[in-house]
């Protein structure tokens, strides 16, 4: 077989495309309807069948150490256990008080995850943001917005960094994804959920497990893991991987082709085990220089009534097209740079029967000196940028009798403390409007209906030490009151430090590069824009105490249900003081979570079912906007503070196995995700840009209105489909020769979203389905095995990212259809 504890197969980067070797679709579909039938027809389908998700389908037995690990089941013919760790406490999956999901190893390979981008949709309300995950509608619309809502933990570490995800996940183990706040025992930045990604640990046995990749648009994908079992308690894992590709849109100027692959990784963990104690030690590289995805028009505004002497609007008439951004053919560099560093350690004692103890530590290093997006209007690299994170974590675990418990201390800390980010921060303006940037010399001159632009300005962030360090206590458990009724209880106590150590510079645009750039000089200009000097800013400070209560009760040996109250909170925040005082700083969002569920297991273990219901009340809700600077004229990206927003659904999930043969998973979830109120969003598709209204007066014209709001109360919230449902069903034919031959089919679909809580109808998301086909021969000794596979058989066009100004909107672009044959080898 294929490295069975990879967790990760074929290629799927979700980038933005311009076929290279075939007709390049250009046209967006149209939502007539026909998407609401769709979705309607599988909604009932699934339901019907009552599938839920492949993740929780039987595994290959795993190596007793690993910690969350899949016990194959005795009968073939039954889905089997799965143990997680994710409330820090082994359990059955199947007695899980908690909306927890688990994409497990043969799933992993079978889906060809092997990207954060691949991950998304396997489970119920997995989705991507702009800075990580998004759960439940819960995600950010901008890089700039701080940390995830969603707390990724890789090995037990928490992982502050949204591009660490950029690099490919490869010789996994399981996933866990945990929706709904973890206030408790994970803390900050978990508000939507928590996902757990583990790699695979080192077995007993010596071996090698490798396989090739050959797809679409020239990839080539070499991943291998060799364990090295040194003595019986020592264990050794070497795994690397390589992978490239042209990339699936032309370089349209630039030096490389957009949205290419190349990256590789390097991983080594060692397992001791002596007696009680037992220390896993990882310690990962990572080396990314692909390329930014390339951005599109997805429509453009014009305003035939404009009237430039007397600063009125008049109707808007928006033509959608499917064009190349403006400017990004003037892009010249469009190639990232990243290097990580990692180390991640947990050390176990098991000091007596039914109590242990355990300490997490973990360090991070992550070093960016390429281009970070390149949209041709907008672009930012990052020069010799440090991000650095360290935590230390100790739990207490006692299960003994009726009481399980755990207890803990949580140190963190994260900073920047050098380098630099230059910002090169465009302007556009629509027709007629685009008049005035002609005037005055325009980057891009529009005529007719077409948008020109000018360079703006360019900002310089010098990076001083800005971070967060982050202290907790917590505690959760279980006390049995009565044979199978349970109640849990869980607090923890967080302080927050949160400093924006920085400089920042802002000077006229496209006059600062590598060459010249420095922190408090525009280069040839005797004057700057703006400066702002945060080395010595106090730090801001915020504390919360998360709480957790509820009951579960074993109704039968099979069937498990519970009901919980939960909260959790994100840490608040610092902005540039260059900003408007009202964004130079925002609170801690807060959540309060009502959820109820049932798990069971029905047909002697052949059919797993799981049902959660929740409503999750948000305050302080952290929303990314984008706002006009008075002191620059400059429109930039903001975290602020929504009122509040609610959250309500239901997730349904599955796995059948009718025989030996056949394996049968899938999920449907309804999502209502809305904002409860915020009066006070920025409406940016209806304000001009303040470099129009600075310029405009020079010759004759009125300013036109700028920086307006809308009320957004009632808005759907972004990246939170009211439908979505996956299906999967895999069959094994076996071989007169010994072999096996296993055709498999992933089908996903999703209602209609939006990209911002403005709602705007140019940041509507048409609804979409994606297929993914395997065929796969393994021979009967499950020494070799070669793949076929085709993703996204639909070649759907579907926008990742929408974003939406008075001038336009624009996009990036998940990708097409990719196809390829995968060779592997496992030899024990």
């Known amino acids: ?226 364990d090295l079992p040194v003595s019986d308690a020592w264990r050794l894992r070497f795994a690397a991987y390589r992978q490239v590709d042209d990339g699936v849109d032309d370089n349209f100027g630039a030096r490389h082709g957009y949205g290419k692959t190349d990256q590789s990784g390097l991983r080594v963990t060692s397992l001791l085990d002596v007696g009680p104690v037992t220390w896993r030690l990882s310690l990962n590289y990572g080396r990314n220089e692909g390329t930014v995805p390339a951005s599109y028009l997805t429509s453009i505004n014009t305003y035939p009534q404009g009237n430039l002497a007397a600063g009125t609007f008049g109707p808007r008439q928006v033509i959608e097209t499917d064009a190349l951004n403006v400017g990004q053919a003037a892009v010249r560099d469009n190639r990232m740079d990243l290097e990580y560093y990692s180390a991640r350690s947990r050390l176990g004692w098991q000091v007596a029967d039914g109590l242990s103890l355990t300490y997490l530590a973990g360090y991070t290093l992550l070093k960016n000196d390429g281009i970070d997006a390149a949209t041709g209007v907008f672009s930012q690299e990052s020069i010799d940028r440090r991000t650095e994170s360290w935590s230390h974590e100790v739990n207490v675990n006692y299960d003994r009798g009726i009481l399980n418990l755990v207890l803990g201390g949580f140190l963190y800390q994260d900073r920047q403390p050098s380098g630099t980010r230059l910002l090169h921060a465009g302007d556009t303006a629509p027709a007629p409007f685009n008049t005035v940037y002609n005037l005055i010399g325009a980057k891009i001159a529009g005529t007719g209906t077409g948008i020109s632009t000018i360079s703006g300005v360019d900002v310089v962030t010098s990076y001083r030490g800005q971070g967060t360090k982050s202290q907790a206590v917590f505690g959760q458990g279980t006390l049995e009151i009565l044979p199978g009724l349970k109640l849990i209880g869980g607090i923890r106590s967080t302080w927050e430090q949160v400093n924006a150590r920085n400089i920042e510079l802002v000077c006229p645009g496209d006059t600062i590069d590598r060459q010249n750039i420095t922190p408090t000089t525009c280069p040839g200009i005797p004057f700057v824009f703006a400066l702002s000097n945060d080395t010595n800013r106090p ?136 904002i409860k109120s915020f009066p006070t969003a920025s409406d940016n598709l209806n304000s001009a840009s303040g470099n129009y209204n600075a310029f405009a007066p020079a010759f004759g014209f009125r300013p036109l209105p700028a920086n307006l709001i809308l009320d957004a109360s009632g808005n759907r919230l972004a990246n939170a489909p009211k439908w979505s449902g996956r299906f999967s069903y895999a069959h094994t034919f076996d071989l007169s020769s010994g072999g096996r031959v296993i055709p498999s089919v992933d089908f996903y679909a999703q209602s209609p979203t939006y990209s911002d809580v403005q709602n705007y109808a140019q940041s509507r998301r048409d609804a979409y389905t994606k297929t993914d086909l395997n065929l796969r021969f393994e021979d009967a000794d499950d020494r070799y095995s070669i793949t076929a596979f085709v993703n996204n058989v639909e070649d759907s066009r579907v926008p990742n990212t929408l974003v939406t100004v008075w001038s336009s909107t624009t996009a990036n672009y998940d990708p097409p259809r990719t196809y390829g044959v995968r060779l592997g080898m496992n030899l024990r």
Do not use: C
């Open 539 to 674: 730090e801001a400070k915020f504390d919360n105490i998360s709480w957790k209560v509820g009951a579960n009760y074993e109704v039968s040996p099979t069937t498990l249900v519970y009901a919980t109250v939960s909260t959790g909170f994100r840490g608040g925040g610092l902005e540039a003081s260059g900003n408007a005082p009202q964004f130079r700083q925002y609170r801690p969002e807060t959540v309060t979570n009502y959820e109820a569920g049932v798990r069971t297991t029905l047909m002697d273990g052949k059919l797993y079912l799981s049902a959660t219901g929740f409503n999750m009340e948000y305050k302080d809700l952290q929303v990314s906007s984008i706002v006009l600077n008075p002191l620059t004229n400059q429109v930039s990206a903001v975290t602020t503070n929504a009122a509040t927003a609610r959250l309500r659904g239901i997730e349904l999930e599955a796995s059948l196995r009718p025989t030996p043969r056949d394996r049968i998973g899938g999920y449907v979830s309804y999502l209502d995700a809305r």
């Open 1 to 226: 077989m294929e490295d069975a504890n990879a967790g990760e197969e074929q290629a799927d980067h979700r980038r933005p495309f311009a076929f290279r070797d075939g007709p390049d679709p250009r046209s967006r579909p149209k939502d007539d309807g026909h998407g609401r039938i769709i979705m309607r027809k599988w909604t009932l389908l699934l339901a019907g069948t009552a599938l839920l998700p492949a993740g929780a389908w039987a595994q290959d037995a795993a190596p007793p150490s690993d910690p969350v690990t899949a016990t194959a089941a005795s009968d073939d013919s039954a889905v089997g256990e799965i143990i997680v760790t994710g409330q820090k406490t082994s359990e059955r999956l199947s007695r899980a008080p908690i909306a927890i999901s688990v994409v497990s190893q043969d799933s992993l390979t079978r889906q060809g995850v092997d990207s954060a981008s691949a991950l998304a949709t396997t489970v119920p309300n997995l989705q991507l943001s702009a800075n990580g995950f998004a759960v439940r509608g819960i995600g950010s619309n901008n890089s700039f917005s701080g940390y995830s809502t969603v707390a990724t933990q890789i090995d037990g570490i928490y992982e502050p960094s949204a591009q660490a995800l950029s690099f490919g996940l490869y010789d996994l183990g399981a996933v866990e994804v945990l929706r709904g706040p973890q206030g408790t025992v994970y803390g900050r930045n978990a508000t939507a959920g928590v996902v757990n990604i583990n790699t695979a640990d080192p077995r007993r046995t010596r071996g090698v497990t490798a396989d090739l990749q050959i797809g679409r648009f020239n990839e080539v994908r070499a991943r291998a893991a060799v």
